[in-house]
């Protein structure tokens, strides 16, 4: 069992940046892919950011690439995503995500399904 919490999720306004975070505990994040789920008020769940067991290996929705930075630190049991030049089209929950599913691609990535769940941050982006 994998136990997943975000933080760092928040108003800003356009142009602005937030850091979110994902703390896992329980079983070990290492052997899993993370990723970053958001879904916006009356849309469904959208495929934002994932990354490698290792951290190696990156995947974006074209959307956020330029702009988002998704990175673990294995040691720290910690994801996090780095959100520059937000967009008022980026408000929505944020959720972290752990999934153990073999992708190569980005689309792939972007249909994987995942085993553990976070409960969500809100970030707001004003304009």
């Known amino acids: 069992q994998v136990h997943l919490v975000e933080s760092g999720g928040g108003l800003v306004q356009l142009g602005g940046s937030l850091r979110l975070s994902c703390a896992a505990s329980?079983?070990?994040?290492?052997?899993?892919?993370m990723g970053w789920v958001r879904q916006a008020p009356g849309k469904e769940r959208e495929f934002v950011a994932r990354?490698?067991?290792?951290?190696?290996?990156?995947y974006y929705t074209d959307s956020v690439k330029g702009r988002f930075t998704i990175s673990r630190d294995n040691a720290k049991h910690m994801v996090y995503l780095q959100m520059n030049s937000l967009k008022p089209e980026d408000t929505a929950v944020y959720y972290c995500a752990a999934g153990t599913s073999i992708i190569t691609s980005a689309t792939m990535a972007a249909f994987a399904p995942y085993d553990y769940w976070g409960q969500g941050t809100q970030v707001t982006v004003s304009s």
């Open positions: 990354v490698s067991w290792s951290g190696k290996t990156t």
């Open positions: 329980g079983r070990t994040i290492s052997s899993y892919a």
